[in-house]
Nanobody
Framework: QVQLVQSGGGLVQAGGSLRLSCAASGRSYAMGWFRQAPGKERQFVAAMYWSAGTSYYADSVKGRFFISRDNAKRTVYLQMNSLKPEDTAVYYC??????????????????WGQGTQVTVSS
């Protein structure tokens, strides 16, 4: 069983920055961030493995968003810079406990955080 508790988010002007945090209890293999805007499907944002430094990003956020982890705190972060109005969405962190599966796909994750709203004003 993995529990995920998210923090961060809020309202920011375009061009600003926000950092999201996701504290995980229990063991997992990989962590991801997804977002969902009203009327749209949940979209992959970024992901990484606990054991390796390789990170993955959606093209729409590459170079602006950065995923990182603190293994001691079992916390994953999403640093979001140069925010745009189209980044507005509810952001979710997710944990995958299995070793197989595509970590770029929401269906590969087993546990989800409660979600946090990010609103970027123009």
């Amino acid at each position: 069983q993995v529990q995920l508790v998210q923090s961060g988010g809020g309202l920011v002007q375009a061009g600003g920055s926000l950092r999201l945090s996701c504290a995980a209890s229990g063991r997992s293999y990989a962590m991801g961030w997804f977002r969902q805007a009203p009327g749209k499907e949940r979209q992959f944002v970024a992901a990484m493995y606990w054991s390796a430094g390789t990170s993955y990003y959606a093209d729409s956020v590459k170079g602006r968003f950065f995923i990182s982890r603190d293994n001691a705190k079992r916390t994953v972060y999403l640093q979001m810079n140069s925010l745009k109005p189209e980044d507005t969405a509810v952001y979710y962190c997710a944990a995958r406990v299995s070793l197989s599966g595509n970590i770029l796909v929401a269906g590969a994750y087993d546990y989800w955080g409660q979600g946090t709203q990010v609103t970027v004003s123009s």
